[in-house]
């Protein structure tokens, strides 16, 4: 299956030029990778994939969003652009399938150079070159301790294989497990690792913010997935605890600091640290619990952050600035619009009938069983997570028209709307939440 998918991928590769059958290459992907989810092997499917419904999900959901981001920017249709993407595509699909450790580091660090690419060149501002060296540094700095794990690990069982490694778990101390998923706290990112995250969404072009947040942001739950595997670590340990407590003060403050943003890119920037605050705590603490709402999380939030990031650029074309000071009364001017700004924004606070409120129940039933006092900083989150998308609906959508705005039809966003309307598909996912319950089998099985 696997195979299959990266065909239609390459398919569509070869024709770079021919935007329909690009196009038509990842819809029969994805229906391949629907199709897919109904399988629960946990043996290797090749030499070099396997086959799980973890790295399943996570293939369906970068095949959607890079559909969705060739939609959204059909007006760049540039050799460059289109390579950029699809490249992107291939190594992020193979870095959620592979079976090889190594070969995971190695794709892991190698997605960062398309994304790179993307914000140079079709990046808004000088400030670009800025952005993509602090990505660089923190990324590929955090990632270095992994790297050496990762040959130490060979040097004493003599296998990179993580189907094998995950069935001798290796005992380690509390400060070693933090000190190697380091990387993965730094892709995600945790607080005090996400300065580069939002330098990056502000330069990034809409395709770099829309594959950033959508589905790299993701690498990093999912290394923290194969690192619960492949580790025995102990949860009581003091340095795990604070380590929780670290990653959930993180959230709260990030939340905090996403009411003070001005610039709309960075608002949906910051309030993708504090989502990927409750999946960095879910899946360290490792229970079915806690991996089931770290993936309904990660796949719902990949759709959300996506389509908001459309919506910023929707708003920021017709403001002709990211300011939210300079934005207002779109309700008026653009009513159907704000009728996306109402919906997007509801998802993204976790308002039922959505797959959001869902990964937030179960988190915080998996943190409950930590400690009460994590609990409560969660729900102190969730609180202030709706009170900041009700004022970013409200800031862009109620008041007084500014006289900046362009109220003309010369750009319809055809495709943007077009883009935004699939995005809609998460809401119907409500009805199949099926689709990621044998997810957590896994934590029973391996």
């Known amino acids: 299956m696997m195979t299959l998918t990266l065909l239609y991928i390459l398919i569509s590769l070869i024709f770079v030029n021919n935007w329909a059958v690009s196009v038509g290459g990842f819809i029969l992907s994805i229906l391949v990778a629907v199709v897919n989810l109904n399988s629960v092997t946990h043996l290797s499917s090749s030499t070099f994939f396997m086959n799980n419904s973890m790295s399943n999900i996570m293939v369906l959901l970068t095949l959607c969003l890079t559909l969705f981001i060739l939609i959204a920017c059909s007006k760049l249709k540039s050799f460059q652009f289109l390579i950029s993407m699809k490249s992107l595509c291939i190594i992020l699909v193979c870095a959620f399938s592979v079976e090889n450790l190594f070969l995971f580091y190695f794709l892991f660090e190698l997605s960062l150079l398309p994304t790179l690419y ?173 991996v089931y709402s770290s993936i309904i999380t990660m796949f719902a939030h990949g759709f959300t952050s996506s389509g908001m990031f459309i919506l910023a650029y929707m708003a920021y074309k017709k403001a002709n600035s990211r300011s939210l000071l300079f934005m207002g009364g779109y309700l008026m001017l653009f009513p159907s619009m704000s009728l996306m700004w109402f919906l997007f924004s509801s998802m993204n606070m976790a308002a039922p009938p959505t797959i959001n409120l869902v990964g937030e129940l179960m988190f915080i039933g998996c943190v409950s069983m930590v400690s009460y006092i994590l609990m409560f900083i969660s729900l102190m989150i969730m609180f202030i997570s709706v009170f900041y998308n009700m004022y970013l609906y409200s800031s862009i959508n109620h008041g007084m028209a500014s006289p900046y705005t362009v109220n003309s039809n010369s750009d319809n966003f055809s495709s943007e709307n077009l883009s935004l309307f699939l995005h809609m598909s998460l809401l119907l996912l409500i009805f199949k939440l099926n689709l990621f319950s044998f997810s957590t089998e896994i934590c029973w099985i391996l």
């Open 118 to 290: 993307l914000i140079i060149s079709w990046g808004y501002q000088p400030e670009r070159l800025q952005a993509g060296s602090y990505m660089m540094l923190y990324t590929v700095g955090a990632s270095l301790p992994l790297l050496m794990f990762i040959l130490w690990q060979y040097s004493i069982s003599y296998s990179m294989s993580i189907l094998t490694l995950q069935m001798f778990p290796l005992k380690m101390e509390g400060p070693f497990f933090i000190i190697i998923i380091l990387a993965f706290l730094a892709k995600l990112p945790s607080y005090s690792f996400h300065l580069w995250l939002p330098k990056a969404h502000v330069e990034a072009p809409l395709a770099g913010s829309m594959i950033l947040a959508g589905v790299l942001l993701k690498l990093g739950g999912y290394g923290l997935y194969l690192m619960g595997k492949l580790l025995d670590y102990n949860m009581n340990s003091l340095s795990v605890i604070i380590l929780l407590s670290v990653m959930m003060w993180g959230g709260f403050i990030a939340s905090l600091m996403c009411i003070t943003q001005s610039d709309i890119k960075a608002y949906v920037a910051y309030s993708s640290i504090v989502h990927m605050s409750f999946v960095s705590t879910a899946m360290v603490i490792n229970t079915s619990w806690g």
